[in-house]
């Protein structure tokens, strides 16, 4: 159910990512008048599409991985390391939730220069982003255990 939430606003800010950046194209070649607010715009976006999207990944299994290597291995280290590579996911979803929380809350009253966005949503999507993940990584794990 989560997951279709986050696919389904990753289409929508996708979607809205390319209506911004053609409007900007158009009203810089015909109307010679760039939108001055649409990079930060966009870019802000990017940041929240590229987050889900990670996201998305890892939930669905779809990150690049080599496993040719992996599946000729004997169960045991086949276990050991799934095992191993998710405690490396959780230690790195840790450092986001610690850093990302750090720097949310450090920049906590910070705005973008155009868009007087609050600097703390953008710092947010580290923690959040850690929470799923660590999220994933157990429920992960205890399917495979059962």
Same mark, same amino acid.
């Given at each position: ?52 999207? /990670?996201?998305?990944?890892?939930? !669905?299994?779809?990150? +690049? =991985?080599?496993? #040719?290597? $992996? ?5 045991? *280290? ?26 949310? /809350?450090?920049?906590?009253?910070? !705005?973008?220069?155009? +868009? =007087?966005?609050? #600097?703390? $949503? ?5 923690? *959040? ?18």
């Amino acid at each position: 159910m989560l997951i279709k939430f986050f696919e389904k606003i990753s289409v929508t800010l996708l979607a809205l990512i390319v209506l911004i950046t053609f409007v900007n194209v158009i009203a810089r070649y015909i109307f010679n008048n760039s939108l001055y607010w649409s990079f930060e715009l966009t870019m802000t976006i990017l940041s929240f599409l590229s987050f889900f999207g /990670f996201y998305i990944a890892f939930k !669905k299994n779809r990150h +690049l =991985g080599s496993d #040719v290597i $992996f599946n000729k291995l004997p169960p045991k *280290i086949q276990n050991f390391f799934y095992l191993f590579n998710n405690a490396i996911i959780i230690f790195i979803s840790g450092v986001f939730i610690f850093y990302g929380g750090k720097q949310a /809350f450090l920049f906590m009253g910070q !705005k973008t220069s155009i +868009l =007087g966005i609050n #600097v703390f $949503f953008l710092y947010a999507l580290l923690p *959040i982003t850690g929470f799923l993940l660590i999220f994933e990584v157990i429920n992960k794990v205890r399917i495979k255990i059962k």
